[in-house]
């Protein structure tokens, strides 16, 4: 079901289009949280800092894979806006054909280096041989990743946030249910929670491709619509490229960041990934919240309803900082008991007062994600991403940065307050560079205006 957000208020539209994302993203969370307590649980701390021990470099690959699907689907959300169907199915087909590239190359390439990455990661070799197959297989699993993400990406940039959400329950039982089998019956230990994980995005990528072809018209592609256009790859790649790369940029610091974190041996390791849990979780309806407006964005850019784009930021902005209060307070004050969810055995006593010193510090600063997502998505949605990618820059300097010079110091403290330096430094650059980028599309609006009155 398409929906077309250049029409009615927009505060219900982003929201009626933002809570089915929300919902996906608690949902993934909530099979992530109960991944981490079935690994934990049945496979100890040993196998939850195995699988959590290379998680930034998951978040750097997926996190591009993610990106350069989103990218592509902006100037697919901007012809819909338009109301030019056949020049936005040409887009859809060519995004399609270049994500099957990038799912050969990035695939190849990740499965040659994960050895290498164990390593720069530091590993602890107590761990390196459930680390390396769990993250060998999660690998493997990348073209699936890919054709789920471009698929509902398009659904998005229709205004269809309901479907994908759908797809995401049926993959996350059957995840859920694999882990069990494959962990507590199969004995497949941390290689087995990869498989479930692989398995389920490839069901749910394949339902998804079935469900367009069968019942979205206006994603039909007709003969003459089924044909490789170089500048629209080109154009492609400039939106897509730029946004993978955002991702990737801002997990090179997280990279720096856990690699300094192992360093510092497995209760922090463990604590550390118990606590990124309840993160993740909690900062799922900033992401919902921001690609809502940046979709907003898109399709009102496309339609030339510029005003409509300023009311949508400012919608995000309201609702994401005042949420970002109210969870920040959860997670401090309860933070501890939340982390119990994932820890046993005779070291969750260290493990616990580790990932409750971390959420204690993030709490505090939540409220800034609620800036920073919505501008920088905003700033992708109405096309410049090449801007966008530079708040990616500022992370990753900030937490490198923390991580070389204060983690020597001051230990796990100093791995506290990492993420919120990146955030704050991302925010110094990318609000202004939002408002200057709106402003250029409004000059370029008025001076179409002038040209055709002339």
């Known amino acids: 079901m398409t929906k077309n957000m250049t029409e009615g ?7 009626q289009f933002a809570l089915p994302l929300l919902l996906g993203n608690l949902l993934q969370q909530t099979y992530n949280i109960a991944d981490a307590a079935i690994v934990g649980n049945i496979l100890g701390t040993d196998g939850l800092a195995a699988v959590s021990a290379s998680s930034s470099v998951q978040f750097l690959v997926i996190g591009f894979c993610i990106g350069i699907c989103s990218g592509f689907a902006i100037p697919v959300a901007q012809r819909f806006g338009a109301n030019d ?30 050895p290498t ?16 197959r769990y993250l060998f297989v999660i690998f493997m699993g990348i073209p699936f990743t890919l054709l789920y993400n471009i698929l509902s990406s398009v659904l ?15 993959s996350t039982v059957l995840n859920i249910g694999m882990d069990f089998l494959f962990i507590a019956i199969f004995e497949l230990g941390c290689m087995g929670a990869g498989l479930a994980t692989i398995i389920a995005q490839g069901v749910s990528g394949i339902i998804c491709f079935i469900y367009i072809r069968c019942k979205i018209p206006v994603l039909r592609f007709d003969k003459n619509e089924k044909r490789l256009n170089g500048h629209i790859m080109g154009r492609l790649m400039i939106m897509g490229v730029p946004m993978g790369l955002q991702y990737s940029i801002t997990a ?27 993160k993740q979780l909690s900062m799922s309806p900033f992401d919902a919240l921001a690609t809502g407006v940046s979709t907003f964005a898109s399709q009102n850019l496309g339609a030339a309803k510029l005003r409509r784009i300023n009311q949508g930021i400012r919608i995000g902005y309201v609702v994401g900082v005042a949420y970002g209060i109210a969870i920040g307070l959860v997670v401090i004050f309860f933070g501890r008991n939340m ?35 919505t501008t920088r998505m905003t700033t992708q949605g109405i096309g410049y991403s090449m801007r966008a990618i530079l708040s990616g820059v500022f992370e990753m300097v900030a937490r490198i940065s923390v991580s070389l010079i204060f983690v020597p110091i001051y230990g796990y403290t100093a791995i506290c307050y990492t993420d919120q330096s990146a955030w704050i430094s991302a ?23 002038r040209i055709d009155a002339a």
């Not at 090179?252 to 309840?278: E, H, K, W």
């Open 427 to 449: 925010c110094l650059y990318i609000i202004p560079t939002m408002f200057w980028c709106l402003n250029r599309e409004y000059k370029k609006h008025d001076a179409r205006n």
């Open 252 to 278: 090179i610091g997280s990279m720096v960041m856990q690699s300094a974190n192992n360093g510092l041996g497995d209760i922090y390791i463990s604590g550390f990934a118990a606590a990124a849990r309840i």
């Open 339 to 373: 982390t119990m969810l994932f820890v046993s055995g005779e070291k969750s006593e260290a493990v616990l007062d580790a990932s409750s010193k971390y959420l204690a510090a993030l709490g505090k600063f939540f409220w800034v994600i609620g800036l920073l997502n």
């Open 85 to 114: 169907h056949v020049n936005m199915r040409e887009y859809i087909f060519n995004a399609e054909f270049l994500t099957a590239i990038f799912a050969v190359v990035i695939t190849v390439i990740c499965a040659i280096l994960c």
């Open 156 to 170: 998005r940039a229709v205004g269809d946030s309901r479907t994908p959400f759908i797809f995401l329950v049926i």
């Open 117 to 132: 990455i164990l390593h720069l990661l530091k590993t602890p070799d107590n761990i390196y041989d459930d680390a390396y």
């Open 9 to 15: 208020k927009p505060l219900p539209l982003i929201l």
